[in-house]
C-alpha cells in the first residue's frame, strides 16, 4: 500500500514517519521496526518505479517545507498532459 495515489498524475505520494521510518537525520542506530520499514520502503519504491509512476517521498518533519514542492512538481506533470 501506498499512502496517496494520484492516477491523473501517475504520481505516488508517501508521507514517512521519522520514527517509524528512520528519518537518516534524526536516527543512525535503527531498531528492529525501523529496519524493516526501512526494506521495505526501498522495495515500494522499485516497485513503483519499475511499474512506471512518480514516487514522491516527504519526511513528517519536512512537510511544511515540502508542501509547495509538491505543488510546483504536480503543476508541471499537469502542463507535460
Known amino acids: 500500500f501506498y499512502d496517496f495515489i494520484l492516477w491523473d ?6 508521507v514517512d514517519g521519522d520514527y ?7 536516527y543512525s542506530i ?5 529496519s524493516k520499514n ?3 520502503d526501498k522495495f515500494k519504491e522499485r516497485l513503483a518505479k519499475d511499474r512506471g509512476f512518480l514516487i514522491f517521498r516527504i519526511w513528517e518533519s519536512e512537510i511544511p517545507e515540502k508542501f509547495e514542492k509538491l505543488l510546483e512538481l504536480l503543476k508541471t506533470l499537469k502542463k507535460e498532459r
Do not use: S
Not at 517509524?20 to 534524526?26: D, G, L, R, T, V
Not at 535503527?30 to 525501523?34: I, K, P, T, V
Open 38 to 40: 526501512v526494506k521495505n
Open 9 to 14: 498524475y501517475n504520481l505516488l505520494l508517501e
Open 30 to 34: 535503527l531498531n528492529e521496526a525501523q
Open 20 to 26: 517509524w521510518h528512520a528519518n537518516p537525520k534524526i
